[in-house]
């Protein structure tokens, strides 16, 4: 009875456990890694995009540049023949912002495009989404993505397990006895010194006031005498030359 009962005892459900725990842990491990391949390619590839954004701009697209001639149109032009005239050569459809000073008429578009027109020249700015790193950026950051930050947390959690494991999968010196313990070590300490010699500290707010460049007043023009010979209120006349179409003829 007695080599029975040690009998069960070794093959009992704890004892496996007990046993075969490592066992385990490298197996989901394993697979986890597998599952997490394409997200870690996507974030760590957009993460590199967006850690250098200072140094090579929005890769999200390729900006272009072109030039064309353009009949010249005449100041007298009516603001909003002027406005199609450009729209129609620059090719980018409807804009959704619309500027015209003298000679020069500016076009923004939703896409972030621009249209300049000044005297025969129209320069034509445009911007082309790149396909993997624009999606990639697109997925980095979950706001307002539905779904996908629900994907993006399990992610998360994949990456916790595949840290986590990885600290028990091997033992002995070269587990957390000794080599795996210095490994962890060092990778703590950098990110600790990091935030410990480059944090920005909070200052304490300052009192100032701050200066603005002002934009010139309007040049006040006297008005005409009235009817019993009396002068009338002075005329306001804006001199800056810059037309904003108003919201009307803006659709």
């Keep these: 009875m007695a080599e029975v009962a040690a009998k069960v005892r070794d093959t009992g459900p704890l004892h496996v456990l007990k ?4 066992a385990w842990l490298r197996a989901v491990h394993r697979d986890a890694g597998y599952l997490a391949i394409g997200f870690t390619v996507i974030y760590a590839i957009s993460g590199i995009a967006q850690n250098h954004i200072e ?3 929005d890769v999200s697209y390729k900006a272009t540049e072109r030039t064309v001639a353009i009949p ?25 912002t619309k500027l015209r000073a003298g000679d020069e008429i500016r076009l923004e578009y ?12 129209l320069t034509i700015q445009s911007r082309e989404r790149r396909a993997f790193i624009g999606a990639a950026n697109w997925l980095h950051t979950a706001r307002n993505k539905k779904g996908w930050k629900y994907v993006a947390d399990g992610f998360a959690v994949f990456l916790l397990y595949l840290a986590i494991s990885g600290i028990f999968m ?14 962890i070590s060092l990778g703590v300490a950098v990110p600790v010194i990091a935030v410990l010699t480059s944090s920005p500290q909070p200052k304490a707010a ?3 006031e701050s200066t603005t460049a002002a934009a010139p007043a309007p040049t006040p023009t006297p008005a005409a005498p009235t009817e019993d010979g009396s002068a009338g209120a002075a005329e306001t006349v804006d001199t800056s030359g810059i037309k904003f179409l108003p919201p009307e003829e803006n659709e």
């Design 206 to 208: 300052e009192a100032s």
């Design 170 to 183: 091997i033992k002995g010196r070269l587990g957390l006895k000794w080599r795996g313990a210095v490994l």
């Design 55 to 57: 140094d090579w701009g």
């Design 19 to 22: 046993k075969r725990w490592r």
């Design 72 to 96: 010249a149109i005449p100041a007298d032009t009516p603001d909003d023949v002027a406005i199609r005239t450009v729209a129609a050569v620059a090719g980018l459809g409807t804009p959704t």
């Design 110 to 121: 939703a896409n972030g495009a621009k249209a300049t027109a000044i005297g025969t020249q």
